[in-house]
Structure formats: C-alpha cells, structure tokens
C-alpha cells in the first residue's frame, strides 16, 4: 500500500513537472517553426495542459482500467471549472477579452451536449469514439483557421507575451519537447499502476479515483498555467487554458479511450459527474460569454461560487464511497 501511495505521489510529482516542461518546448519549437501566438496558445498549450489527461487515459485503456480514463476525463473538466478558475478567480477577477474565446465558449457548452448524446445509452462504443475524434479534427481545424484569420486577437497579445518570457534555444526547445514526452509516458504509467492499486486496496472503482487523486494531479498543469498569466494580467491566457483542456479532455482524451478499449458507463457518470460537469460548463458559458452589453468576466464572489460547487461535488463522492463501505 505505502509503495502504492509513493508510486501515486510521484508519478504526479514527475507528470506536472514534464508536462510544464513539454509545452515549454513544444511552444518554443513552434515559434522557431513560424506558428503564430494565438495557434501555439490554443492548439500547442491547449494540447500541452492536457498531455497528462490524454497519456494517462491511453495507458488506462491499454491496461484494462477504462473507468479511470473516463473518470480522468470528466474529473479534470470539473477540476478545471470549479477547482482551477474558482481560484484563480479569488486571486484576481478574470475578463474575457479574445472574440476567438468568446467563440469557443459555445463550442464547448455544445460538444458537452453532444457527449452526452452518445453517452446515454450506457455504452462509449468505437463509433462514438470516432465520432468524438472526428469532431476533435475539425475543431482542430477551425482553430487553426481561426488562428491565422484573427492574428490581431487580444489571446495573442497573451501569448506572445508570455513566449517573449520564456524564451530558449532551438536546440533547448527540441531537447525538452522529447524529454518531457518521455517523462510523461513514464510517469503516467507509475501513477495509473498506483492508483488502480489503491482503488482496489480500499474496494472503490477505478472511476471514482479518476475522478479525484488522478483528475486533480492531471489537472494541476492548467492550474499552475492559469495563476501565472492572470498574475501578469493575461486573463485571455488564464482562461482560455482551461477552455483549451476542457475541449481536448471531452473529444481526444476519452475519445482515444474509446477508441482502444470501448466501455461501460455506469448510470452515476450520467446522473451525477456528467450532470456536474454540465451545470459547470452552462455557468462558464454564461460567465465568460457576456450578455447584454456585460463584458465576459468571472469576479471574485462568482470564483468563490465555483469553489464552493467543486468542494461540494467533492464532498458527494466522498459520501457516495463511505456509503458503499
């Protein structure tokens, strides 16, 4: 159990720290290759927060243990709501600037709609997978167009910015776009053999622990990301990380889980995680798109507000598990 424990805190110590570094030279790698800032903001760092949700489930699916792929899926897309952007939030208001954003935001609120379409028969077959991936290439593919239409958008002011602070050699951008790969794969992989230990030591599913231990540790990249740009006033960058990773988790990371090892979906993923993370998705969207001549924003009381949801979902599935004990 202590080895399992260990396996669990460093595989999530070793998964931030990598995944921090691969999209340090994933976008720097990008630049020197010609990529616009607002591109390398939403489809490079999008992806790059997201790389530990989309390791983590693969080597779940390989493995047999779909639930914590899905779990880590939808886990990380509430995490990065209520727990991320309510603390950023309380750190300073965040305001929604980029149309490009203000675009996705309904994008987002729809996809989730559409999962849930696919999800309600109990069953993530391969088809639906496909479907997910299929979308995910073609949002994928808007961006980019998107990306180099709006070039002047306030999120690549954002991003050029925040590349200007972090600037490295080529040879630097390519060492630690490779190294930081590998230490993800190496690092996922401990920590899904830690946490499916752990799932069966104390008798719980293998989604609950995605859609606790594993979807906060996955998380803490966006987390970390989102702190940094709304402490240098980027509030573009600040949420549109978790904008970014919502839409990956949602399309590629349980769509490839999908695609590998095709799953069950316990009714509780619809009537409570999927409905949790509806309502949080619908309040992002009302929060953040502006209506009525209100600019998109999220202040203090509202972070405060998304806390407090996370806390209590939280504290659901905690009961939930001291119930079946």
Do not use: C
Not at 44 to 55: D, K, L, M, R, Y
Not at 133 to 153: A, E, Y
Not at 214 to 241: F, M, Q, W
Request: proline fraction near 3%.
């Amino acid at each position: 159990m202590l080895m399992s424990l260990a396996a669990i805190a460093l595989g999530l110590a070793v998964l931030v720290w990598s995944a921090d570094r691969f999209v340090d030279g994933a976008s720097a790698t990008a630049r020197y290759a010609g990529m616009p800032p607002l591109l390398i903001g939403m489809v490079i760092v999008g992806f790059g927060t997201s790389a530990p949700e989309i390791v983590v489930s693969i080597i779940s699916a390989l493995e047999g243990n779909p639930g914590l792929a899905l779990g880590n899926g939808y886990g990380s897309n509430i995490a990065n709501i209520g727990l991320i952007l309510g603390i950023t939030a309380l750190i300073s208001p965040i305001t929604v600037h980029s149309q490009v954003l203000r675009k996705e935001l309904p994008i987002l609120l729809l996809i989730t709609l559409l999962s849930l379409g696919l999800l309600w028969n109990g069953w993530l077959a391969r088809g639906d997978a496909l479907v997910l991936l299929g979308v995910f290439v073609l949002l994928m593919g808007w961006s980019i167009w998107q990306g180099l239409r709006d070039g002047n958008d306030a999120m690549a002011a954002d991003e050029a910015k925040a590349l200007d602070e972090n600037q490295m050699s080529l040879k630097q951008a390519l060492f630690w776009l490779v190294a930081g790969l590998l230490l993800l794969i190496i690092s996922s992989r401990i920590l899904v053999w830690g946490a499916v230990n752990v799932a069966q030591a104390f008798g719980v599913s293998d989604l609950i622990i995605g859609l606790t231990i594993v979807a906060v540790g996955t998380s803490l990249p966006e987390l970390a990301s989102s702190i940094a740009a709304i402490r240098k006033n980027e509030h573009d960058l600040a949420i549109g990380n978790v904008i970014g990773s919502n839409l990956f988790n949602t399309l590629a990371v349980v769509g490839l889980a999908g695609v590998i090892h095709p799953l069950a979906v316990a009714p509780e993923v619809i009537s409570r995680d999927f409905m949790v993370m509806g309502a949080l998705t619908l309040s992002l969207f009302v929060l953040g798109y502006g209506f009525k001549g209100r600019q998109g924003r999220i202040n203090r009381y509202e972070g405060g507000l998304l806390l407090l949801a996370y806390g209590g979902y939280t504290t659901w599935l905690a009961l939930g598990v001291l119930g079946a004990a």
